[in-house]
């Protein structure tokens, strides 16, 4: 019997996005066990984080140079951590990672995927009920996952990430996967910016020509 939830982690130069932390704190919410996953070529460094962040167990799963950034390996990877976790519920992000991720692991699991989900929270009798924008956010929709597992995606910055717990223990789990790269990055260009990064800020002011100066 399927138990517990995965969390698909995402990283970025190596560290673990910010909303791959809002994804465990999400997860820890339906009260059971969170594992989660980190793919890369520097994954196992971020184990003992992800530990203090709320889980208890973390698959780590190297990535040659060839293979880092495709999303091709990251379908493998996390497919082959939920049939090593046999997981209840599949928990990724929104984000452009994610939105490539997700639906493509749902497809291959015979499940579909709850997208750009603002809250989940379990019913009476145990399912899944995600709640989601619609009709362009004019509206909130609350759907129920009848899928096995349940997959969904969050919307990143719709929770809060939980502080860590030096005090936590868990596992680490060596995953040895064989990834199909179909697709390469020929080429990555960094945009120079100065200050906190859009994606990371807590709160976003923006206005039309209307303001003036």
Avoid at 53 to 70: D, F, P
Avoid at 114 to 135: F, K, M, N, Q, W
Avoid at 163 to 177: E, I, M, N, P, Y
């Amino acid at each position: 019997m399927n138990s517990g939830t995965l969390v698909i982690g995402e990283l970025i130069d190596g560290l673990v996005a910010s909303t791959t932390w809002e994804a465990v704190t999400a997860a820890q919410s339906l009260g059971d066990d969170v594992s989660i996953v980190l793919a890369g070529t520097d994954a196992d460094r971020e184990s003992q984080r992800a530990i203090e962040q709320g889980a208890s167990v973390v698959y780590v799963a190297a990535m040659s140079s060839a293979a880092e950034g495709s999303m091709d390996a990251l379908v493998d990877i996390a497919e082959a951590a939920v049939k090593e976790a046999s997981p209840r519920f599949v928990i990724g992000t929104k984000t452009i990672v994610g939105r490539e991720v997700m639906p493509r692991l749902a497809f291959r699991l015979g499940t579909a995927v709850a997208s750009d989900c603002t809250h989940i929270e379990l019913d009476g009798s145990g399912r899944l009920l995600a709640t989601r924008p619609v009709y362009g956010g004019n509206a909130q929709a609350t759907v129920a996952c009848l899928g096995d597992p349940a997959v969904v995606s969050l919307r990143p910055k719709s929770i809060d990430a939980a502080a860590g717990d030096t005090s936590r223990s868990g596992k680490v789990v060596a995953l040895s996967v064989e990834t199909h790269v179909l697709t390469r990055n020929l080429e990555r260009v960094e945009a120079q910016a100065d200050g906190i990064r859009l994606e990371d800020a807590r709160v976003v002011v923006s206005g039309g020509r209307g303001l003036g100066g």
